[in-house]
């Protein structure tokens, strides 16, 4: 029997393992306590022990400056994007700069990488597996949100190597979740799979026909998910305690705090019941010096009504997404849900009118991705009976920036992965010698509002005249969407010397 491989579901909120075991039975793996996932959170208490999972989730509200969550948004991203601006607004913990222009999180004077964060979760989930698997566990695939460029899936690898797991495949997350549907059955179906969890939301068509698993098409809103949601409960408290004594609680940070927990709890009670108390005691002082309670009854219309924009919002994104799978919501045989937030019934109630037919029931949210994770895993290893394959898409285009900031598209968005192109450069100065090439992902007209992914740069070029050596160069992308290059010279066929400046 081969060594195991484990499924990581690596998510912003929470993560999840599976495996599948000898007999062919996929299994989550259990954390202390019976629970299947765990937080993905990081702390470094007052004597300055590392915690991880719920031990540092259950201090957060005492320790907020030393408690990271969401560092996986952090990954792989650089310090000066619009990202990392619109985190700051919604994190307690501060983040500065480092070195290669990527995110730092300071934490008590100490930094450390955001990638070193999600290193720390990924050896949780490994020393869990480990344990209870009774086998040390050194392998995994690891899941990715479908939009994660080429750097944020490479940063995936380095975190699980800091944490001592080599990550044998990177896999889409919504192409988990189809997995889990559909690789024990013979089903000829189109899927979309509606993924709403903390932070972000996303929609992928996938066509599943004898374990091909083929992802027409994928889209989503980096600033969209359940925290939105808690956001919008928040205002609405605020707004009628101001109404009701005249006080506004946005200045004072440790209200806020219990505001926001009570109005995520109030949120997730309403997906069961129709209405919820929400009471904080002593949530300030009034100007007589008396003692202010915040109660209130909170009803689920209004708790719709609140969000209903940013429903609206997921299915814009649905729309754009099934045309450019060449589709419309009635050829969608079914729904597959994925992350918290598409418990709350009204968006169940939203999916039913867009798409016709009610979600699915194949598949639980918070589990699908990683019991996917774990039967890729699973096909991998030469004993499986179980044999899938995966092709997938570049959720945005790659180009090369140009001398004056306009893009030379190499690769189109929702292309097929793996892809290769080829092109041919001749120099443009006598004796040059090297060809340096500037290549950004995204979606965007022009360089800087793209992803710059590095400066490669090519050296050892033959000496000549100008325009008389030829350098063809060939930009791969991998089945996990991640690039890269390689030059040789047309007339010799000697390959260049490469090196990368990462991009920032
Ligand atoms: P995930 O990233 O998939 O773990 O999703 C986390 C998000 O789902 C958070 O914003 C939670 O508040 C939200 N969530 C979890 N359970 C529920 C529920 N029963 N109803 C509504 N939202 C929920």
Known sequence: MSETIIGVDLGTTNSCGAVVRDNGE???????????????????????QELVGYEAQRQWQLNPKRTVYGAKRLMGISYGSELVREMQKRITYDIAAGDAGDVEIVLQGKRLKAVEVSARILAKIKEVASAHLNVPVTKAVVTVPAYFNDRQRQAVHLAGKAAGLEVVSIINEPTAAALAYGAKKSVNETVAVYDLGGGTFD??????????????????????????????????????????????????PIAMQRIRDMAERVKIDLSMRQEAPLSIPFITIAKSGQPLDLNMIIRRDELETLVSHLVDRTF?????????????????????LVGGQTRMPLIQDRIAKFFGKPPSKGVHPDEAVAIGAALFAWSLKAESNLKVRLLDVLPMAIAIETANGTLHHLFERNCAVP????????????????????????????????????????????PGPAGAVKVEVVFDVSSEGILSLNAKDLDTGAQMRQTVKLGT
């Open 203 to 252: 929609i992928s068509v996938i066509h599943i026909r004898d374990r091909v698993f083929e992802v027409r098409a994928t889209g989503g809103d980096v600033f969209l998910g359940g925290i939105d949601f808690d956001t919008a409960v928040v205002q609405y408290i605020l707004g009628d305690f101001k109404a009701q004594h005249g006080l506004d609680l946005t200045g004072d």
């Open 419 to 462: 892809n290769q192109r080829q092109f041919t450069f001749t120099t443009h100065r006598d004796n040059q010698k090297d060809l340096v090439m500037r290549i950004c992902q995204g979606d965007k007209p022009s360089a800087q509002e793209n992803t710059h992914l590095g400066e490669f740069t090519f050296a050892g070029i033959r």
């Open 26 to 48: 996929v299994a989550l793996i259990p954390y202390r306590g019976g629970e299947f996932t765990v937080p993905s959170v990081f702390a470094i208490d007052d004597k300055g």
């Open 316 to 336: 814009d994104t649905c729309a754009k997404v099934i045309e450019d799978a060449g589709l419309t919501a009635d050829q969608i045989d079914q729904v597959l």
